[in-house]
């Protein structure tokens, strides 16, 4: 089982839809959970971070964490085209070490 | 936000020589920092991790001969790409924690990132 899963895509939505970006990972260790929106050609960007169960929102995001079910998602309400991008799952182990899933790749359309 | 930069941000060389890629925290002081190297279309995946004043620990399957790091001063690790080959050709990213972040999230700084191209 792969440490990190996430749906490649590519996720299309409209513009002014719901985004729903899934995650799943293995170490049932993992303690906090990043997600960093990445345009190509440049470095991850970090979108936001969660470490308690439930939700947590940040103005048009929103992450949603079960840590008995290993699984984190990320909600991206009214999407606009400069949210297309690919989203990165990174559960944070020991030492502070980021393991990334492949990414999903979002493309909202105008 | 902290800021991580990384320099240089494009090199291109000739195969057999080395390159050195800079990565500095500028406003805040970084014990660890973290190389990464992507591909095209692939993840993030992790090199090794710096540690400040001792060796580095690298991951399995990176060659710790081939992929130098110096992380000699709390604010500036150095990746040195030895002998390079064409398939070193790729996105190398630092990222760095703050030494005295929330330990809770332990949030990582990134840096621009470096595109090394061996001809």
């Known amino acids: 089982q792969k440490e990190v899963e996430q749906n490649s895509g590519p996720l299309s939505v409209p513009e002014g839809a719901i985004a729903s970006l899934n995650c799943t990972y293995s170490?049932?260790?993992?303690?906090?959970f990043f997600w960093y929106r990445q345009y190509s050609g440049k470095s991850p960007e970090l979108i936001m971070f969660?470490?308690?169960?439930g939700d947590k929102e940040d103005g048009r995001f929103t992450a949603q964490l079960n840590k008995a079910s290993q699984y984190v998602s990320l909600l991206i309400r009214d999407s606009q085209p400069s949210d297309s991008a690919t989203y990165l799952c990174?559960?944070?182990?020991?030492?502070?070490?980021?393991?990334f899933g492949k990414g999903t790749l979002l493309t909202v359309n105008p | 936000g902290a800021v991580v930069s990384q320099h240089p941000s494009r090199v291109i060389c000739k195969s057999g020589t080395s390159v050195k890629i800079e990565c500095r925290s500028l406003?805040?002081?970084?014990?660890?920092m973290f190389w990464y190297r992507q591909f095209p279309k692939q993840s993030l995946m992790l090199m090794a991790t710096?540690?400040?004043?001792?060796?580095?620990?690298?991951e399995q399957g990176v060659e710790k001969d081939k992929f130098l790091i110096n992380h000699a001063s709390l604010t500036l690790s150095t990746l040195t790409v030895t002998s390079a080959h064409p398939e070193d050709s790729s996105f190398y990213i630092c990222?760095?924690?703050?030494?005295?972040?929330?330990?809770?999230?332990?949030?990582?700084?990134f840096g621009e990132g470096s595109r090394l191209t061996v001809l």
């Open positions: 710096s540690n400040e004043g001792s060796k580095a620990t690298y």
């Open positions: 406003d805040f002081q970084a014990t660890t």
């Open positions: 170490d049932r260790g993992s303690q906090s």
């Open positions: 969660i470490y308690s169960n």
């Open positions: 990222s760095a924690r703050d030494f005295a972040g929330d330990t809770n999230t332990g949030e990582l700084f």
């Open positions: 990174a559960p944070r182990g020991s030492n502070y070490k980021l393991t």
